[in-house]
C-alpha cells in the first residue's frame, strides 16, 4: 500500500518560514519524480516544485528565491523549505509522487494547511 504522509504545515506570520516533510510507504522512492503542489480555496491545485531522481529541482515562478524542495532517499522523504512567507502562499500543500512513465499512476498525500496571516 502506497502512502505519503506530509507534515510541518501550520500558521505562521508573513515573512517568517515553515519546512514541510512527505515521507512515503509502498513505492521505490529513488526513482520517483517527487513534488509539492498547493491548493487554495476557490483556486485549481497548482505545482509549487518539483524534484527529479538525479536531485534536479524545478520550481515555479512565485516561489523562486523562497522556497527550496530536497530529497533525502535514505528517509522516502522529500522536503519543502519555505521562507519569506507571504499571505498568498496560504494554501493547502500536497506532496505528489510520480515514477516519469507516461502513463504511469501517481500518488498524493492528503495534504497540510498553510496559513500566512498576521
Known amino acids: 500500500q502506497v502512502q505519503l504522509v506530509e507534515s510541518g504545515g501550520g500558521l505562521v506570520q508573513p515573512g517568517g518560514s515553515l519546512r514541510l516533510s512527505c515521507t512515503t510507504s509502498?513505492?521505490?522512492?529513488?526513482?520517483?519524480?517527487m513534488g509539492w503542489h498547493r491548493q487554495a480555496p476557490g483556486k485549481q491545485r497548482e505545482l509549487v516544485a518539483q524534484?527529479?531522481?538525479?536531485?534536479?529541482?524545478k520550481y515555479a515562478n512565485f516561489v523562486k528565491g523562497r522556497f527550496v524542495i530536497s530529497r533525502d532517499n535514505a528517509k522516502n522523504t522529500v522536503y519543502l523549505e519555505m521562507d519569506f512567507l507571504k499571505p498568498e502562499d496560504t494554501a493547502v500543500y500536497y506532496c505528489?509522487?510520480?515514477?516519469?512513465?507516461?502513463?504511469?499512476?501517481?500518488?498524493w498525500g492528503q495534504g497540510t494547511q498553510v496559513t500566512v496571516s498576521s
Open positions: 524534484i527529479t531522481r538525479d536531485y534536479s529541482p
Open positions: 509502498g513505492i521505490n522512492f529513488g526513482v520517483y519524480l
Open positions: 505528489n509522487a510520480w515514477p516519469g512513465i507516461s502513463g504511469a499512476p501517481d500518488y
